[in-house]
């Protein structure tokens, strides 16, 4: 009889199977499973790494006197066990597919069995649980998962207005089990105030020293004493640091004229930095110094798009990965230098995928080992013991705070073992770890970002913004959506009351007051109807899945009962004209398809006006407020085309915004003559531009920050309220995890 027949017990990733109760587990959560996905899950964890034939389940699930119709059955059956894992069938974690005959059971597992258990020899006891562990590691060589799938999607969901918002206001769900190890111990390194926070941060190998960088410069703490020195005093805007394996070296990267971000090294002793390469980021130096992984593409913040591999003197510069349909974070590499793992993330249709995978230099294997719907993409080392430090958002009260997880690999397969382990505990989010070469010290930044909303004034001649100033002066992520018709307030969605609801706030008060009292959990946007005298707003059974029917509520602005409008799928962003037009639209996105709709606020009745394919990127879109023209752009990428669709029957306009491209927003201004279009070429800066009907763009403010924003100009066009996001970012360090 084999082990995991005779267990009970079988735990793989964060999953843990019972055979004798029947329960699917994933941190000590039931999961809810059928009794043949349950079953056929048993069979294939029967014997991991091998091939269970589809005639082999037949047999196992259903009786010879079983008249099924096999096909469908086994494959409803396998679909259900992959919806209760969430693996993927075209990168799987969990269960391969091999063609036409089976499948396969990838992961490494790990079976428990009671204490006292007499066959049971050199297993180590769980403390925690009274069992004993033992590993059973896949058998079969092919059991290496290979990447197959060809995504759609694209680089910046947080870039449409909706989702910006959502990821302001909420900052991501996450789950996560609370405990963490008793003995380890935190210490903050750096006490910056909110206007300055650290940028990067990283420890030396040997422990000695602290680099980090802020708005100021670049500083090099010997952490004996704890005293900062100017490391480069001429350079301000440093967005990574690594180190050298000699201590001695440091790996950062910059932006130069004519904006691109290039990697250097810096050595502390002394001297001028030394360009590698002319593109580059958020790299990483081989254990034996020789060779660097590092991101080219530019994207959001840190991101890009492809993974490239050099000499650590720069030569021989060749790329390793493309990823043209997401983002790709954090190469690191493995203790032994002969994997490293990343970050993929993507958003589809319907939601925002996250995944670690990782890539064998010598053999060119590729293998997803971690896929979790709360992973956050800012976090990732591996540790010198093989263990692999990644980031979980924490799930609500707490939604505003992610914490770092370890998960061991096995470097022979690439695969998971055993289950991994929570490491710290906090609030805040915690990104850009780094370790010492002894394993004892975990260095990391730890940010707390809010969303404000911004007042300011503008004017078409020149064009020309006004010094914008803080109108919300509370803790929370305010987002402002609109205006109130005589323009003297601005309409947002805030996160205040511990649920994103609609305020106003007048340009000349210190408060806001709640403006829609519905109890229903709101999508994070909102805009006024043409007449202004309803607000609307959208609901979803499940916001994190925006495939699922939407429904667009309306109520009225000085109080009254909500009325539903009308109920679609896939809603994300909507807006209305300005009276006397009297039209609205809303849009919904599909895998590479944009459906624009008009509708009457009052009734729905909505009809379809335009539909946009053959997308790679995500779509910015804004109705005019004089209801005739619909403008169109793509998030995120070098895609720097505007079209300009009639809905009266004239000709599609296009022309190219010269110079400007990684778009992330789109609004109309006030008289319909041009639009506000933020851009962020490097991922580092945001450029908010004038962009008149000619195709002419006009930067009228700038903001050194990753975080997307945009401009919603009054009814009258005299001002712009625009969403600022301030981060207090500080270094930790833990000991003992």
């Known amino acids: 009889m084999s082990a995991i027949s005779s267990s009970r017990i079988i735990r793989f990733s964060t999953f843990e199977v019972n055979l004798h109760t ?198 090099l703490r010997p952490l004996s004493t704890g005293e900062s020195h100017s490391l480069l005093p001429t350079v301000s805007d440093v967005t990574f640091l690594g ?18 971000k290039r990697l250097w090294t810096v050595s502390i002793l002394g001297g001028s930095p030394r360009q590698l390469s002319d593109e580059g980021w958020s790299g990483s130096v081989s254990p034996d110094g020789s060779q660097i992984v590092f991101l080219k593409g530019a994207g959001f913040a840190e991101t890009g798009q492809e993974i490239w591999l050099m000499r650590a003197n720069g030569a021989d510069q060749r790329q390793l990965i493309s990823f043209p349909q997401g983002r790709l974070l954090t190469p690191v590499w493995s203790p032994d230098g002969r994997w490293i793992a990343y970050l993929k993330n993507r958003v589809g249709p319907d939601r925002e995928e996250s995944w670690i995978e990782v890539l064998n230099l010598e053999q060119d294997i590729k293998r997803v080992v971690l896929s979790e719907p709360d992973l956050s993409v800012w976090g990732l080392s591996w540790l010198p013991d093989g263990r ?107 996160d205040r009351t511990g649920a994103v609801n609609i305020f106003r706030q007048g340009i000349d008060e210190t408060s806001a007051e709640m403006v829609v ?89 909505p009809h379809e006006v335009a539909k946009l394919q053959d997308q790679t990127g995500r779509w910015g879109w804004g109705l005019s407020p004089d209801g005739t023209l619909i403008a169109e752009i793509t998030l995120g990428g070098t895609d720097n085309r505007l079209r300009l669709l009639s809905l009266s029957g004239q000709p599609t306009r296009e022309f190219a915004v010269k110079n400007w491209s990684n778009f992330t927003s789109l609004d109309w201004a006030a008289d319909s003559k041009g639009l506000f279009v933020a851009s962020n070429p490097t991922g580092l800066k945001q450029s908010l531009l004038y962009i008149d009907l000619a195709g002419n763009a006009h930067p009228i403010w700038q903001l050194n920050n990753i975080w997307p924003s945009w401009a919603i100009p009054s009814r009258n066009g005299k001002y712009v309220a625009i969403p600022v996001a301030t981060v207090d970012g500080n270094v930790w360090m833990a000991e003992n995890f």
């Open 388 to 494: 692999l430090l990644y980031a979980l958002y924490e799930p609500p009260p707490s939604q505003n705070s992610s914490n770092f997880w370890a998960a061991r690999i096995n470097l022979d397969t690439g695969g998971l073992v055993g289950t991994p382990v929570r490491i710290t505990s906090g609030d805040g989010y915690v990104v850009q770890p780094s370790i010492t070469a002894d394993g004892k010290h975990l260095v990391f930044d730890r940010d707390k970002p809010q969303g404000d909303v911004y007042v300011s004034e503008f004017s078409a001649d020149g064009p020309r913004l006004s010094t914008p100033r803080r109108l919300t002066l509370d803790d929370a992520d305010d987002v402002p959506f609109d205006w109130t018709v005589d323009n003297k307030a601005v309409l947002f969605i805030s």
């Open 243 to 260: 180190w050298f394996p000699d201590s001695l070296q440091l790996l950062a990267s910059w932006s130069t004229p004519p904006g691109n």
């Open 517 to 605: 009292f519905d109890r229903e959990k709101k999508l994070p946007i909102c805009r006024l109807s043409p007449d202004g005298t309803q607000i609307l707003y959208s609901i979803s059974a499940n916001p994190d899945d925006t495939s699922l029917p939407v429904r667009l509520m309306r109520a009225p602005i000085h109080g009254g009962p909500p009325q539903m409008v009308l109920e679609a799928p896939a809603i994300g962003n909507y807006g209305c004209s300005h009276a006397p037009a009297a039209i609205c639209a809303f849009g919904q996105e599909y895998s590479k398809e944009l459906v624009i709709s008009v509708f009457d606020p009052a009734i729905g009745n």
């Open 22 to 219: 029947g329960e699917l587990r994933q941190k000590g959560q039931k999961i809810k499973l059928q009794e043949q996905p349950f079953q056929l899950l048993a069979a294939l964890l029967e014997r991991p790494g091998e091939l269970v034939t589809r005639e082999e389940l037949r047999s196992k699930l259903w009786p010879a006197d079983t008249f099924v119709d096999f096909d469908h059955s086994l494959n409803a059956a396998i679909k259900r066990l992959r919806d209760a894992l969430r693996d993927s069938a075209d990168r799987p974690i969990f269960v391969e597919t091999v063609a036409k005959r089976g499948y396969r059971f990838i992961c490494d597992v790990e079976t428990l069995t009671a204490s006292g258990v007499s066959d049971v020899n050199g297993l180590k006891r769980d403390t925690k649980t009274g069992l004993i562990s033992a590993k059973v590691l896949p058998t079969s060589a092919d059991a290496s998962w290979r990447s197959k799938g060809k995504f759609a999607g694209a680089v910046l969901a947080i870039v449409v207005v909706a989702c910006v918002a959502a990821g302001w206001l909420l900052w991501r769900r996450a789950g996560g089990s609370t405990s963490s190890q008793a003995s380890m111990t935190l210490r903050r390194l750096t006490t910056n105030a909110s206007e300055n926070g650290v940028i990067s941060s990283a420890i030396s190998p040997d422990g000695k020293y602290l680099a980090y960088s802020d708005k100021t410069g670049v500083y």
